[in-house]
């Protein structure tokens, strides 16, 4: 093997062949941890570089936190899909047309007020999302949402407050809290839009109703907004999907090249 | 009432002769406060840029838990950073002035951090020989004679302890790894182990403040005494590891019990510290682009305040 | 940069139920709700902590080290204050 190379990559990584035994919560279970672990990964970028030292740590932990639930998801996932991949084969072995995270979390950091309108439209869904999990049917799925609701609560606080502090701060916070909104908006309509997929476990009764999550959610974005004396973005005619069935935007396939990069270049070893 | 005649300088001596820890209000010779804020402060910086060269490697993290690791790790740093600034805060500098002292370039930090990170062995020896020199060094600070920047320094080293471990489980994981794995530690140590024994400063015939700083109690051991300590407890881990140090000096003497060692290259020593180290201006420049990048927030922040709290008077 | 800091903060931390809360440190951050936030991220990452009083650095009184000798010093001799000022017989117990 060269030593310090990049060792040659197959084109694409072989695709997860649906298996007719294959647990159904698998892709699910799977694009939870996707998620998790991008908007993680975009989160850490900023350690080092945040605005002020107090909010540099306020960023890590919840960057450490969505790390550790990605972690509990992909290891989960991996054992409904019971073919002996690891938590790192799933997050370090798949490509970007392979990753099941919605649009908005992949979306690059852009200034601050970027972060903080991704994390927050990202945060008033996952809470939702969490609460209704952990009353789910599937044991394990909702003893990982019981867990991370905590944190999601926490991290719905801090990003409101910050909607709010830049919303209604100066006019340049203002004009920054607007523009992130105006782009970011058009991402956030996929977090509750269920796929095909989604419909069937929703069916099934084993993903929750996204619908059911909406007034909440709403009620709480209404709020936040009037705080922040931000008026309410007009639904767009056109969302932006496809992020949740692996049709990325491209920042995807550079943040996965930079995540996969030592796995990647050292197939196979122990780190 | 004080009976003593003795001066505020001689008072101040004897309590620090005899152990007490001296308190933000107590009187204090200047030079006393002006050398902690400089101490402090720069130990500071270190702990802030010094999350900029691991910081690097948090998106490349070759696991999901080395990645969960790392990033603890950094951002115990900023906290690092941060119980460090709140301790100067009580000599009376400002974060602000402290900051902009660094931006300026005339507060120093540690040159061990305008050493580029370019593989993730460098993440183990970062841990494993950058944090475990900064230990020795800052062990003794848990019982430096001002009270603030001894408190913490304890929190400081609580935390520290498990940077090292972590870091040495990254080499030991690496040296029963591939030979690719060992070899990529072995060329990590090789860059890493001069610039670490420099971290401990210069010489003591070459390190002015040293003898003032001891008579203070603020320094409690020479830099030659921790460079020292610092090679008789690597060698033998090192060894334990499989690994070479890149020193043909390096040999234990039997009447010293302590290891030889061959001479630092000084004058590289000198150049980096005066700013000539290969990252010592991107390191700057991140620090500097991360403080005005953040201006209009802590400025929104500040301003949301005002607003609010004029809301509640009017309400009240 | 001329704009003004956020101001400091100083920070005590409850470690469980029972105990009182104890200083730990300070922080910066711009109001109340946001310096109780700062401390939970920046003071109880390793579970030192079930609760958190923040106040503001500048509304601390605090007593002049000048004046130790006359605040503290007259306590020294009041030995009879303490317990083991006196000599109870062997033969007594639970006192």
Redesign the interface.
């Known amino acids: 093997m060269p030593r310090f190379m990049p060792a040659p990559q197959p084109e694409v990584s072989v695709a997860p062949t649906p298996s007719v035994a294959a647990n159904p919560l698998f892709p699910f279970v799977l694009q939870l941890a996707d998620t998790s672990l991008i908007l993680a990964h975009r989160l850490s970028e900023w350690c080092g570089h945040g605005p002020i030292l107090e909010q540099d740590l306020a960023l890590a932990n919840i960057a450490l936190d969505l790390l550790g639930e990605a972690r509990s998801y992909y290891q989960y996932a991996a054992e409904l899909e019971g073919k002996g991949r690891t938590e790192d084969d799933l997050a370090y072995l798949r490509s970007a047309v392979e990753y099941r995270n919605p649009l908005l979390v992949e979306q690059p950091n852009g200034d601050f007020a970027h972060t903080i309108v991704r994390q927050f439209l990202f945060d008033n869904f996952h809470y939702e999302l969490l609460k209704a999990l952990k009353n789910g049917p599937d044991a394990q799925l909702a003893a990982i949402a019981e867990k991370s609701m905590k944190e999601a609560t926490y991290h719905l606080k801090w990003s409101s407050e910050w909607m709010i502090r830049l919303g209604d701060g100066t006019p340049e916070s203002r004009q920054r809290l607007d523009k992130a909104l105006a782009v970011l908006w058009r991402y956030a309509g996929e977090l509750t839009t269920p796929t095909p997929a989604e419909t069937n476990l929703q069916e099934l009764g084993l993903v929750p109703d996204y619908a059911a999550l909406l007034p909440a959610m709403q009620a709480h974005l209404a709020h936040v907004l009037a705080e922040a004396t931000v008026p309410m973005p007009t639904t767009p005619a056109f969302a932006q999907q496809g992020g949740k069935q692996g049709r990325h935007s491209e920042h995807l396939g550079y943040l996965l090249t930079e995540l996969q990069y030592m796995q990647r270049t050292y197939p196979g070893l122990t780190w | 009432?004080?009976t003593s005649t003795l001066t505020p300088e001689e008072q101040f001596q004897a309590r620090i002769d005899a152990d007490v820890r001296i308190?933000p209000?107590?009187?204090m010779p200047d030079a006393y406060r002006k050398t902690l804020i400089r101490q402090i402060s720069q130990h500071a910086h270190s702990e802030?840029v010094g999350?900029?060269p691991e910081?690097n490697w948090?998106?490349?993290?070759?696991?999901?838990?080395?990645?969960?690791i790392l990033?603890?790790k950094?951002?115990?740093e900023?906290?690092h950073?941060?119980?460090l600034?709140?301790a100067a805060?009580t000599l009376g500098a400002?974060?602000?002035q402290m900051l902009?002292d660094l931006h300026s370039g005339k507060a120093k930090y540690s040159s061990i951090f305008n050493y580029p990170t370019l593989?993730?062995a460098d993440m183990g020896c970062v841990g494993w020989l950058v944090d475990g020199a900064a230990i020795l060094n800052q062990v003794p600070l848990c019982r430096t004679s001002y009270g603030p920047y001894a408190?913490?320094m304890v929190?400081v080293c609580k935390?520290e302890s498990f940077h090292q471990r972590q870091g040495f489980e990254?080499m030991q994981?690496?040296c029963e790894?591939?030979?690719?794995?060992k070899?990529?530690a072995q060329?990590s140590l090789n860059r890493w182990w001069w610039p670490t024994l420099m971290m401990f400063g210069p010489k003591d015939a070459d390190s002015p403040n040293t003898e003032q700083s001891m008579k203070w109690r603020i320094k409690r051991f020479t830099n030659d005494e921790l460079r020292q300590k610092f090679v008789d407890m690597m060698v033998p881990q090192a060894e334990f590891l499989g690994l070479t140090v890149p020193d043909e000096k390096v040999q234990w003497n039997e009447e010293r019990q302590a290891y030889d060692f061959g001479e630092v290259n000084w004058d590289e020593f000198w150049a980096v510290v005066k700013g000539n180290g290969l990252c010592n201006h991107d390191r700057l420049q991140?620090r500097v682009?991360?403080?005005?990048?953040?201006?209009?927030?802590?400025?929104?922040?500040?301003?949301?305040?005002a607003?609010?709290?004029a809301r509640a008077a009017v309400a009240a | 940069m001329n704009q003004q800091e956020w101001p400091l903060w100083e920070v005590f931390i409850r470690s469980k139920q029972g105990l009182d809360h104890k200083h730990v440190g300070s922080l910066h951050a711009a109001d109340a709700v946001m310096a109780v936030q700062n401390a939970r991220d920046v003071y109880t990452r390793r579970l030192e902590g079930v609760s958190i009083w923040v106040v503001e650095s500048k509304h601390i009184h605090a007593s002049n080290p000048d004046e130790a000798a006359e605040f503290f010093d007259p306590a020294a001799d009041k030995v009879y204050r303490h317990p083991t000022f006196y000599d109870v017989p062997d033969s007594i117990k639970h006192m």
Do not use: F
Not at chain 2, 58 to 68: D, G, Q, V
Not at chain 2, 177 to 181: K, R
């Open positions: 009432m004080e308190e209000k107590d009187w802030i999350m900029l910081g948090i998106t490349r993290a070759p696991s999901l838990k080395r990645k969960s990033l603890a950094v951002q115990d900023a906290g950073g941060l119980y600034y709140s805060e400002s974060r602000d902009a593989s993730w408190r913490a929190r935390e990254v994981t690496l790894g591939s030979a690719a794995q070899e990529m060329e991140a682009q991360a403080h005005e990048e953040g201006a209009w927030v802590r400025e929104a922040a500040l301003a949301h305040a607003k609010r709290a």
